[in-house]
C-alpha cells in the first residue's frame, strides 16, 4: 500500500466544505487540518476537523503534500496562492479569466523558486469545460465552438439584483436557451453572443410596501447585467426563497460543430448538469490535488493547468489497471 | 516559424483517406507519402498524392516525424505497429480492447528499441469516450458510468447480415434507446446490459424470389449478434441501400451518474453526432500524431495512450495561447 495523500485545506466557505466531503470519496487521501482566518478555536466544535489559523500554515511544511485553495479569485486567491506555493504543492480554481496569464506568472515564480508545482485555475470553466474547447478545437480545427452557462445560480447578477432599492433578497439564474442548442445539435452554426444563448430568470422579495413595477423595470433595464437580456422577473415570499432556491445547481455544455472532408458535419458535445456547484467544482480539485502530488513526486515544479496534465494522473489506478479497464 | 510536421500514411482505406483530409486542415503538418501493401504505380494517378510500397518505408527513416497506422485490428495493426515503431513516430487507432494490454507491451519494446514513441488505441472508442470514462470516474468516484454507441454502423453485424441465406446486401445501425438514456439523464442509475441501452436496425436486399420471413427470423435469432437485442429487419432495394445507406455516421454518448456529499446527484456527459466515422477518427489520429511527435522531441519514447498525453499537446498552439485563448 503506497502511503495516504496529505492534503490541507484553505479557506471553509462553501468550497472548503465540499472539499472534506470530496476527500472522504478517495480513499488514497487523508485530510490534516484546514486553514482558516477566522478563530480556529470557535471552529473547533463544529466537526471532526482539525482547525489551524492560516498564520499556522508554515508550520506544517513536509507534513502536507497539497494544500487546495478554497478562496475567492477577486482577493484571496491572488494573495494566496503565490504565498502558499512557496512553501506548498497547490490546486486552485483561480477563475477570472481575463487575469488568468498574469496569475499563472506569479504562482508560476513562486512554484519554481518552492520547488513546488501548483495547479491552477481548475474546476468546470474554467477546467473541464476549458479541456473540451482544447480537445474539440484541436481535433476539428475547422469549425465553431458554443459554450452554454446554467441552469444555475450567478452570484454576481443576484448580487446585482439585490442592489435594487426596494428588493430584500433575491436570486438569478443564468439559463441556456434551449432551441438555440437544438439548432447546433441538428448541425447549424449561427453566430451568437452570449445574449443570444441565455436568458436571466430572477426571483425577487421585495420589501413590504415597495413598488414591484418599478424594481421589475430596474432590473430589466440595468446595463451590462440585464438590459441586453431577455430577462423575467417573478416575485416570491421570503419562505419561497428559502425553500426553494436554497440550493446551487449549475452546469452547462460546449458544443464544437466542425467540419471534416467535403461538408461532411461533426459535433461534439460536453455537458453537466449539477446539483451543486461548488461540491462538484470540491471533487474535480481534488483530482487535481492527486495529479500535483504525483507530477511533483516525479520532479515537476512551477505552475500547471488542466492543459499540461495527463488524464492517467488524476486516477489512483496506475496506468496498466487504467489500460486494461477504461481504455 | 517552426518546421512543419511530416506525415507518412500506412494504408488506404477509409480511414487513410480521412487522414489526407485531416492533414490538410491543419497548416503545421505536410504529407509525406502513402505507404500500401498495393502496387504504388496503379495508385499514383488517382490523386495527387506520393504512393509508395509499404516495403519502402525504410528509406524514409530521418524524413518522415509520425506514421499514421490505418490498418486493421484484427490482422494489420499487431503486425505493422511495432514493426514501424521501430523505426518511427506512430499513431494507430488499435480497438480490441480486449488486446491492448499485449498490443501495449508488444509496441512498447519496439518503441523503446527504436527509441521512438507510439501512441496506439486513440480514436474516440478506445480514445475520447476512454478519456471521459476515466476523467469523470476520478472526479466521481462514487458513480455508475454509461457508454452508448450510435446511431451508426456496425461493420460485424452488417457482415453478420450479409451471411444470412438468401440475403444480397445489408447494412446494421446500432441504435441507442432514447428513453433509457434520458432515464439516465434525469438520474436514474439503472443496471443496465448492452442489449437493454440499443436497438438493431437492419436494412436487407434480399435476392429475387428469396424467403423474406425466413431471412427476418434467421437474423433476428442469430446467436450473440441479434438474439438478445430487440432487432427490426426491414426489406429495401438495392437502390435504396445505395443512395440512403452509403454515409458511415456513428457517434454515441459517456454518461456518468454521480453523487457528492449528501447525496447531491451530478451528471457528466460526453457525445459524439458523426456524419462519418471514418474522418472523424482520421481526425483524432492527426491530433494525436502531432502530440507523438512533441512528446518524442521532448525526449519521451515508448508507447503512450491517451491517458498519457496531455491536451496542450495536440494544439498548435503555444502553452501561453491557450491559456490566454481557450482556459
Known amino acids: 500500500m503506497t502511503q495516504l495523500i496529505r492534503v490541507g485545506i484553505v479557506g471553509y466557505g462553501n468550497l472548503g466544505r465540499g472539499v472534506v466531503q470530496a476527500i472522504s470519496q478517495n480513499p488514497d487521501m487523508t485530510l490534516i487540518a484546514v486553514f482558516t482566518r477566522r478563530d480556529p478555536n470557535q471552529m473547533e466544535a463544529e466537526v471532526g476537523i482539525k482547525f489551524e489559523h492560516i498564520s499556522a ?8 503534500d497539497v494544500m487546495i ?3 475567492g479569485s477577486a482577493t484571496d486567491l491572488p494573495e494566496q496562492t503565490p504565498q502558499l506555493a512557496a512553501m506548498f504543492n497547490t490546486v486552485d480554481s483561480f477563475d477570472t479569466h481575463a487575469k488568468i496569464p498574469e496569475f499563472f506568472e506569479a504562482v508560476d515564480q513562486a512554484a519554481k523558486q518552492g520547488k513546488t508545482l501548483s495547479v491552477i485555475s481548475t474546476g468546470w470553466d474554467p477546467g473541464l469545460f476549458s479541456l473540451n474547447r482544447l480537445l474539440t478545437e484541436s481535433i476539428l480545427p475547422v469549425g465553431d465552438e458554443y459554450t452554454f452557462w446554467g441552469k444555475g445560480v450567478s452570484q454576481g447578477h443576484s448580487d446585482a439584483i439585490r442592489r435594487v432599492p426596494g428588493v430584500k433578497a433575491g436570486v438569478q439564474y443564468t439559463v441556456p436557451i434551449e432551441s438555440v442548442i437544438d439548432r447546433i445539435r441538428s448541425g447549424e452554426t449561427p453566430e451568437l453572443e452570449t445574449r443570444d444563448k441565455h436568458l436571466r430568470q430572477c426571483f425577487v422579495v421585495a420589501e413590504e410596501g415597495a413598488d414591484q413595477e418599478q424594481i421589475r423595470q430596474t432590473i430589466v433595464s440595468m446595463p451590462n ?6 430577462t423575467t422577473v417573478t416575485f416570491i415570499t421570503e419562505e419561497e426563497l428559502k425553500t426553494e432556491h436554497h440550493g446551487m445547481p449549475h452546469g452547462g455544455f460546449v458544443i464544437r460543430s466542425g467540419i471534416t472532408g467535403h461538408k461532411t458535419k461533426q459535433i461534439i458535445e460536453f455537458g453537466l448538469k449539477l446539483e451543486s ?8 480539485l481534488v483530482a487535481y490535488a492527486r495529479a500535483a502530488v504525483r507530477l511533483h513526486n516525479d520532479g515537476a515544479v512551477g505552475a500547471k493547468t488542466v492543459f499540461d496534465i495527463p488524464f492517467g494522473l ?9 489500460r486494461k479497464e477504461l481504455l
Do not use: H, M, Q, W
Request: some cysteine.
Open 314 to 322: 488524476l486516477s489512483p489506478k496506475s496506468a496498466a489497471e487504467l
Open 225 to 230: 447585467y440585464f438590459a441586453d437580456y431577455e
Open 57 to 64: 500554515a508554515e508550520k506544517y511544511i513536509g507534513e502536507i
Open 69 to 71: 485553495l478554497c478562496g
Open 277 to 284: 456547484n461548488p461540491e462538484f467544482t470540491a471533487s474535480v
